[in-house]
């Protein structure tokens, strides 16, 4: 059953902080990146099954045809929405990880950005993580169960190496790196950008508990959780350059 978000408005997104999603713009040359961009809202706000192309044409100014002619179904919207999603998470970790040393950096970094997704690239993180169930079965989205299990694979690999390094405990990686994705994946349902808590103290409070829960001394947690240190400075520059990047593409 698709699990609907609160009523509260923490779910809404502002079409005017998407260039792609004023009337009109699906006659742009950008005009795939605008219906991605338009669908993954709908997804985000109402689901899956409640997106539909009368809704994202009557919005962009264009025909249902238009957006059959580039996606052909509503499942190869998804697809490349999620693919999308996934080349980009899985970029900024490969830039995470050539810029710290030593595994419990490392996590620190990947798990201050899992939280940061919330604010800085939350429409997309929400149309993502509500959909998740999607990658069970549909083959549509083959390539992005890869793209999901190279990423796990990520981090996984971090675990390991801090247990060959004598940094982290022993511990089974696989569960391990199972309970990290399922705390962060499903923020999206309690989250609100405007709450009382920011990102930055929840990012923290993440680190901090499952670095303490794996770290043979946990001299360094406070450093490494520290929303104001370098990891989380690293964290926010390398989102913020990759988002900049993102849209000169666009």
């Known amino acids: 059953m698709d699990r609907q978000p609160p009523s509260d408005g923490r779910y809404d997104v502002n079409p005017s902080e998407h260039p792609g999603s004023a009337p009109g713009d699906g006659r742009a040359p950008g005009r795939r990146s605008t219906i991605l961009d338009v669908f993954g809202r709908h997804v985000a706000e109402r689901g899956f099954e409640r997106a539909n ?4 044409a009557a919005e962009l100014g264009i025909s249902k045809g238009t957006i059959v002619h580039h996606f052909g179904t509503k499942s190869v919207l998804l697809r490349e929405l999620q693919e999308r999603y996934m080349r980009r998470r899985l970029a900024e970790a490969e830039t995470l990880l050539d810029n710290t040393a030593g595994a419990d950096e490392q996590l620190a970094a990947l798990i201050y950005a899992f939280v940061n997704y919330q604010v800085v690239d939350r429409t997309s993180t929400v149309a993502f993580q509500r959909e998740v169930v ?6 549509t989205l083959a390539t992005v169960r890869r793209q999901r299990a190279d990423y796990r694979r990520l981090v ?3 675990i390991r190496d801090g247990i060959d390094t004598g940094l982290f405990r022993r511990c089974d990686e696989d569960i391990v790196s199972l309970y990290i994705f399922g705390s962060v994946h499903w923020m999206w349902t309690w989250f609100d950008p405007d709450g009382h808590a920011p990102v930055d103290h929840i990012a923290s409070e993440y680190v901090a508990t499952t670095l303490r829960g794996l770290v043979i001394d946990d001299s360094r947690v406070e450093r490494l959780s520290d929303p104001n240190g370098t990891i989380a400075e690293l964290v926010r520059h390398t989102l913020e350059a990759a988002n900049d990047n993102h849209a000169v593409q666009r």
């Open 156 to 158: 996984r690999d971090v």
């Open 53 to 56: 192309f009368g809704d994202i």
């Open 134 to 139: 999607q990658l069970l079965d549909d083959e």
